[in-house]
């Protein structure tokens, strides 16, 4: 069955710390991948999206992240975290199966100031 | 703030209450979502609308009923709800449901079944 994996449950860093959360999927068709990040309260948002082209996309707030097709990983990537990036960290992809949008378990960053 | 708006923010039901949550977007977009969200947990998708019509249950039993009445709106019925269904209801869009278009989430339903 297709599957997303996100490998790390809580995460927690200092300000200024470096960040990198993994996200591998189980599924061999083309795929279209997404970060998504749900702030305290607030609702999912979107952080950047992979469809094609350049393997590496930048995303709002500093984020980026890389897509490795022989590994299936798209992972997300922040050289210098804030506190204001304390949040759970969605992966989620769309299996081309008319809308059908498959996340991951989610990572929660805590970032202490 | 989410251009996806969800009313109540919060209801709580009995068992034998039947109870509508509702979802409105004014961007136009023709895709339409309902999903379903634990503590702690990811969201599951339960419903696709795609230009008004049903186009995905993912096995929802019977007492979760979606309606599209237009574009810009989306229904969940409620009807003699079980405990084990007290979550956060999300509702989403996209422009349609083809596979690049990104979702737009509301603020949700946080629902209590009692």
């Known amino acids: 069955a297709q599957s997303v994996s996100q490998h790390n449950h809580h995460v927690i860093l200092s300000e200024a710390a470096s960040l990198e959360l993994g996200c591998n999927y189980s599924?061999?068709?083309?795929?279209?991948l997404f970060w998504y990040v749900q702030y305290p309260g607030q609702h999912l948002q979107l952080l950047l999206k992979?469809?094609?082209?350049?393997?590496l996309v930048k995303g709002i707030k500093g984020f980026e992240a890389e897509f490795i097709k022989s590994k299936f990983s798209f992972n997300l990537r922040k050289p210098s975290v804030q506190w204001s990036d304390t949040a759970e960290y969605f992966c989620?992809?769309?299996?081309?199966?008319?809308?059908?949008?498959?996340f991951g378990q989610g990572t929660e960053l805590s970032v202490k100031p | 703030d989410t251009e996806v708006t969800q009313t109540p923010k919060h209801l709580v039901m009995g068992m034998t209450n039947k109870k509508s949550l509702k979802c409105e977007q004014h961007?136009?977009?023709?895709?339409m979502y309902w999903y379903k969200q634990k503590a702690k947990k990811p969201p599951e998708l339960m419903f696709v609308?795609?230009?008004?019509?049903?186009?995905i249950n993912e096995s929802v039993p019977s007492r979760f009923s979606p309606e599209c009445p237009n574009s810009s709106l989306l229904n969940l019925h409620l009807h003699a709800l079980q405990p084990e269904d007290s979550a956060l209801y999300l509702c989403?869009?996209?422009?349609?449901?083809?596979?690049?278009?990104?979702?737009?989430f509301g603020n949700g339903t946080r629902l209590t079944v009692t």
């Open positions: 989403a869009s996209s422009q349609d449901n083809v596979e690049a278009s990104p979702l737009h």
């Open positions: 599924y061999g068709g083309t795929v279209n």
């Open positions: 992979y469809f094609s082209g350049d393997p």
């Open positions: 989620a992809v769309n299996l081309n199966q008319g809308g059908k949008l498959i």
């Open positions: 961007m136009g977009h023709r895709a």
């Open positions: 609308y795609s230009y008004e019509k049903l186009s």
